[in-house]
């Protein structure tokens, strides 16, 4: 926790150029955290939140029906397809990402945004294919079963029976899949061109100082993950006494 509560301290810090010695408090830099270097940290800070939400919305649709693919239906080279899902997991991410960029030099594609997402989605589709498989392997076919039984179509009963079952193990994948992409460096670094992330940005300002801009974003960043994973457990925790009373 200590360079957590030194990145939150430092957020306060009325620095220069350089934010590792403390020169005072002041809360200018909240105030104005898009005022250093003409933006650049809130614009590498915008380029992650659109590379994560992308990456996340293309690999949570693709790695859910996958899952139940996996689970649910027998089919030629599907131990084959369970085994590539897996290599992107225990494959080191320097060799991901050289070899992504490998791909996309002989093949000509730019890089810019657009193969960072293609880049990070192809390793979050792994996560959330084990993720939501979990999930579907647990239910009971039998509610499923029951839908059907209640002439519902295969479309009503995946809207009102599977789909609410799956789903926080969906969003478990999805905030889980965004967390990975938000935080990459490596794979970035090798396919981003001249994007800026805000990993990268980090990485870069490192060797002349980080701003303490850029500790704003990182502590507000923590403080709202916080609030999320508390409000979700007080929920929770608030819906389990409800339904235990009502028991």
Not at 170 to 190: E, H, K, P, R
Request: charged share 10%.
């Amino acid at each position: 926790m200590v360079p957590i509560v030194y990145t939150f301290i430092f957020s306060f810090n009325d620095s220069l150029k350089s934010n590792i010695t403390w020169r005072g408090f002041t809360l200018d830099k909240w105030l104005n955290v898009c005022a250093v270097q003409n933006g650049a940290v809130c614009q590498a800070f915008g380029n992650s939140l659109i590379i994560g939400l992308a990456a996340t919305l293309i690999a949570t649709t693709l790695g859910t029906m996958i899952a139940i693919a996996l689970v649910r239906y027998r089919f030629r080279f599907r131990s084959s397809t369970s085994l590539l899902l897996f290599l992107p997991m225990a494959t080191p991410e320097v060799v991901l990402g050289a070899g992504l960029a490998a791909q996309f030099l002989s093949l000509g594609v730019p890089k810019d945004m657009l193969t960072i997402i293609l880049a990070h989605t192809m390793f979050c589709i792994s996560f959330v294919v084990v993720t939501v498989k979990a999930r579907v392997a647990g239910l009971d076919p039998a509610l499923e079963e029951a839908g059907r039984d209640l002439y519902g179509s295969p479309g009503q009963v995946f809207a009102r029976i599977t789909f609410p079952l799956l789903l926080p193990g969906i969003l478990a994948a999805a905030l889980l899949s965004f967390a990975l992409s938000f935080d990459d460096f490596i794979i970035t670094n090798f396919n981003s061109g001249a994007v800026t992330t805000f990993p990268k940005y980090i990485y870069i300002s490192a060797s002349r100082g980080i701003p303490a801009e850029a500790n704003v974003i990182a502590s507000a960043v923590f403080i709202l993950a916080l609030v999320i994973v508390v409000t979700a457990q007080v929920s929770a925790a608030a819906r389990a006494k409800r339904q235990a009373r009502l028991g």
